[in-house]
T-cell receptor, first 112, second 109 residues
């Protein structure tokens, strides 16, 4: 079974803080994705990566950056957290050449 | 027009009935279609994938695809209260998935 883990289930941060969300997968998947999910807006793609040290912007990259130093780990960084970044953050991984994505448990981030 | 459209629901069905969830998509080049189940407060879980026209059955679940009509559906037979969740339709013609906003299903005893 694919196992995708995320560093925290719940996180509360203050406005202006730098926030790190980490995602680790154990299936040697090449592709990894970060989404946020908000009521009524569905899942929106923030960033994705096809390989180590590679990153591509998704639909809503503003205010975020990512890091992929190892194949199994993909980090999402909020450089200066704002209240409008309060959301559920979901990481997913995918085998290159396949289409199915497998999600981690999610991190519910609250920025106050 | 949204790329992947689903009725938000809630769709309420009695226990034991067939639940029918529908999804339409706008990109005719789409090749891969998925259904995810998401319980409240949890992450999406892949339950079905379908790639060619017709039906695909897996236990109580049947996915149906009609590319000409740009329509994909999920049938859940013998619905159980544990099936109560939001069902997300996802469509792709690349490595990226486009998700609908989901249909909330409620199965009442």
């Amino acid at each position: 079974d694919v196992k995708v883990t995320q560093s925290s289930r719940y996180l509360v941060k203050r406005t202006g803080e730098k926030v790190f969300l980490e995602c680790v997968q154990d299936m040697d998947h090449e592709n990894m994705f970060w989404y946020r999910q908000d009521p009524g807006l569905g899942l929106r793609l923030i960033y994705f990566s096809y390989d180590v040290k590679m990153k591509e912007k998704g639909d809503i990259p503003e205010g975020y950056s990512v890091s992929r130093e190892k194949k199994e780990r993909f980090s999402l960084i909020l450089e200066s957290a704002s209240t409008n970044q309060t959301s559920m953050y979901l990481c997913a991984s995918q085998y290159q050449g396949a289409y199915e994505q497998y999600f981690g448990p999610g991190t519910r981030l609250t920025v106050t | 027009q949204k790329e992947v459209e689903q009725n938000s629901g809630p769709l309420s069905v009695p226990e034991g009935a067939i639940a029918s969830l529908n999804c339409t998509y706008s990109d005719r080049g789409s090749q891969s279609f998925f259904w995810y189940r998401q319980y409240s407060g949890k992450s999406p879980e892949l339950i079905m994938s379908i790639y060619s026209n017709g039906d695909k059955e897996d236990g109580r679940f049947t996915a149906q695809l009609n590319k000409a009509s740009q329509y994909v559906s999920l049938l859940i037979r013998d619905s159980q209260p544990s099936d109560s969740a939001t069902y997300l339709c996802a469509v792709s013609n690349t490595d990226k998935l486009i998700f609908g906003t989901g249909t909330r299903l409620q199965v009442f005893p």
